[in-house]
């Protein structure tokens, strides 16, 4: 059975810094494009940023309030991809979610993404 499972959120103050990492069971890692969404209290769950696959270069993807501030990596010897949030402000409150899509090309659309972690809480203060 594919498992997502997501660590590292918690309460952090605004300009802060904290690591997401996510632990995947895809088989083969390394062809599924792994993507970070999130979802705030009262939003719909929106694309925050995607690395892709070894088909497709291993590109990484970014919305353009998160660019320069997020930073996504993957380690495909460990099955697993992390996500650093830097600056972060209270906008970045939200549950962060892991997906992974096949062969993928880094879609910010929900659907596309064939599985997803449970999402990790991240709080920011200001």
């Known amino acids: 059975q594919v498992q997502l499972v997501e660590s590292g959120g918690g309460l952090v103050q605004a300009g802060g810094s904290l690591r997401l990492s996510c632990a995947a069971s895809v088989r083969p890692f390394a062809i599924y494009t792994m993507g970070w969404f999130r979802q705030a209290p009262g939003k719909e769950r929106e694309f925050v940023t995607a690395v892709t696959g070894s088909g497709r270069g291993y590109r990484s993807y970014y919305t353009d309030s998160v660019k320069g501030r997020f930073i996504i990596s993957r380690d495909n010897t460990k099955n697993m991809v992390y996500l650093q949030l830097n600056s972060l402000k209270p906008e970045d409150t939200a549950v962060y979610y892991c997906?992974?899509?096949?062969?993928?090309?880094?879609?910010?659309?929900?659907?596309?993404?064939?599985?997803w972690g449970q999402g990790t809480q991240v709080t920011v203060s200001s």
């Open positions: 997906a992974a899509e096949r062969w993928g090309t880094a879609s910010v659309d929900i659907g596309e993404y064939d599985y």
